[in-house]
């Protein structure tokens, strides 16, 4: 049973206007791809890491699920709420922060569209490869999290190839960083892929 305290400590931190309760936002977010859809309890739309870490501690306090969620084009559940909770809406996250044309490197939110990295880094005569057939509608937090790959992947490899860093936030709410901008910089466990 969802804690209705839960849903009143995410409009004290996010704002009312960006938590959704009502039944037909709910069932906008109640599906993806396939073909099942289950309803989740509350939609938390955020636009910054420490909103989404104070969305996780407030699902930890309360101990309901988080289900994060980029496009919703996923072809295997991914983003369908089975036991409710909230679904973390990370597509109004979607700036493109830094395109180093020195270090090869692009700095995203996650919520950007895969397609939108594409057109920004050929622009200055650059190549991102992996190309997941839904890149119009996928963003690149969807792609790292289900290490998208396409076509052109059969010759440059998939998403986790690419990937040299993350922001995470863990489930306390956490901030934490992995890797940087170079493609070898630990000495122990890579963090970025075991993410
Ligand atoms: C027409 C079509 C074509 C497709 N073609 C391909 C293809 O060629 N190759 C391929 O690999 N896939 C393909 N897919 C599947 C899908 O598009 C990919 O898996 C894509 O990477 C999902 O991205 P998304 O932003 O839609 O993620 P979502 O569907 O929103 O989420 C996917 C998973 O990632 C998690 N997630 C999303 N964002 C984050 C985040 N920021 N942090 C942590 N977890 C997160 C979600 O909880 C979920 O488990 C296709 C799908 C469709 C509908």
Same mark, same amino acid.
């Given at each position: ?57 407030? =699902? $930890?306090?309360?101990?309901? /699920?988080?289900?994060?969620?980029? *496009?919703? @084009? ?7 709420? +089975? ?61 790292? =999290? $289900?290490?998208?790959?396409? /076509?052109?992947?059969?010759?440059? *490899?998939? @998403? ?7 922001? +995470? ?27």
């Amino acid at each position: 049973m969802f804690a209705p305290q839960a849903v009143k400590e995410l409009e004290k931190k996010l704002g009312t206007e960006k938590i959704l309760t009502s039944k037909e936002d709910l069932v906008c977010y109640s599906y993806d791809a396939t073909s099942y859809s289950h309803l989740p309890d509350v939609i938390a739309i955020v636009n910054n890491a420490k909103e989404v870490s104070e969305v996780m501690k407030i =699902a $930890s306090k309360y101990k309901v /699920p988080v289900i994060p969620r980029g *496009g919703g @084009t996923n072809l295997c559940g991914g983003t369908i709420p +089975v036991k409710g909770g909230i679904i973390l809406d990370l597509a109004k996250m979607d700036k493109i922060l830094e395109i180093d044309t020195e270090n090869l490197a692009a700095v995203c939110q996650p919520g950007v569209i895969t397609a939108e990295l594409h057109k920004a880094v050929e622009k200055v005569g650059l190549f991102y490869p992996p190309d997941p057939q839904s890149m119009a509608m996928s963003t690149i937090g969807g792609n790292v =999290a $289900s290490n998208a790959g396409g /076509p052109r992947c059969f010759k440059y *490899g998939v @998403t986790r190839d690419y990937l040299l860093g993350l922001e +995470v936030v863990l489930a306390n709410g956490k901030v934490i960083r992995t890797g940087g901008k170079t493609i070898k910089n630990v000495s122990g466990y890579d963090l970025s892929l075991m993410f």
